[in-house]
């Protein structure tokens, strides 16, 4: 079975521009979460979804938005970019979202904002 | 609150064993170990649960002790493949919202 993908791989953009990224889950898992990763540091949770539900959010501003779609797909979407938004995000997906459910994370997109 | 992990880095030789400890200041229900290799995704290795229990596949092994809210790692005659940054992802209630908080890591090189 193919793992959690996301699109695109790299992605360079400019300060007040808008960034979309995409994950697809592993097939038969419905919750997919977003974190992001600046170097040196722990992946930092952004938002859970689960059955087309945000199920959680993390500490960041209004310009990160998510969705997810019926066939469990996500995209997080940046408004606004600022220079430490650069960072590797991740995506991963589990079956329910549950507390004792295994996220397995895809290879993540790197973003650097010039 | 981010668990702390410990050591922040260590260098081991081929065979040779490491514990890496991660802390909460919060009364924990899952403790989650991912290794990551530079540039690449975190690999899950194993999850545990409050309840003091200790998991183990191969030579990693780990243990969560509920009351002390810490979690350890166990790495045993060690291989090159290890090499990499381990870390810690807690979750603090049943609530299933998914939301782990990482530690910062522990960077791990083992060489010949």
């Known amino acids: ?9 790299h ?13 697809s889950p592993i097939s038969g898992h419905k919750s997919v979460s977003w974190y992001q990763q600046v170097l040196g540091q722990g992946p930092q949770f952004i938002f859970q979804y689960y059955e087309k539900e945000e199920r959680g959010r993390g500490n960041f501003p209004d310009r990160f938005s998510a969705r997810q779609f ?7 979407n940046v408004n606004a970019l600022l220079l430490g938004d650069s960072a590797l995000y991740l995506c991963a997906s589990s079956r329910r979202g549950a507390s004792t459910d295994t996220q397995y994370f895809g290879p993540g997109t790197r973003l650097t904002v010039l | 609150q981010q668990p702390v992990q410990s050591p922040q880095a260590v260098i081991l030789r081929e065979g040779e064993d490491a514990v890496i400890n991660c802390s909460s ?11 990551q290799k530079h540039g690449e995704a975190p690999v899950f290795l194993m999850i545990l649960l409050k309840g003091g229990e200790q998991k183990g596949h191969d030579k990693i092994s780990a243990s969560f002790n509920e009351k002390k809210q810490q979690s350890s790692l166990y790495l045993t005659a060690s291989q090159l493949s290890y090499s990499g940054t381990y870390f810690c992802g807690t979750e603090s209630s049943s609530s299933n919202t998914g939301k782990l ?8 090189q083992v060489k010949p």
Do not use: M
């Open chain 2, 101 to 108: 908080i990482f530690g910062q890591g522990t960077t791990l």
């Open chain 1, 70 to 76: 019926p066939n469990y797909s996500s995209e997080l």
């Open chain 2, 25 to 35: 200041s919060k009364a924990l229900y899952s403790v989650h170990w991912y290794r």
């Open chain 1, 1 to 9: 079975d193919a793992g959690v993908t996301q699109s695109p791989t």
């Open chain 1, 11 to 23: 992605l360079i953009k400019t300060r007040g521009q808008h960034v979309t990224l995409r994950c």
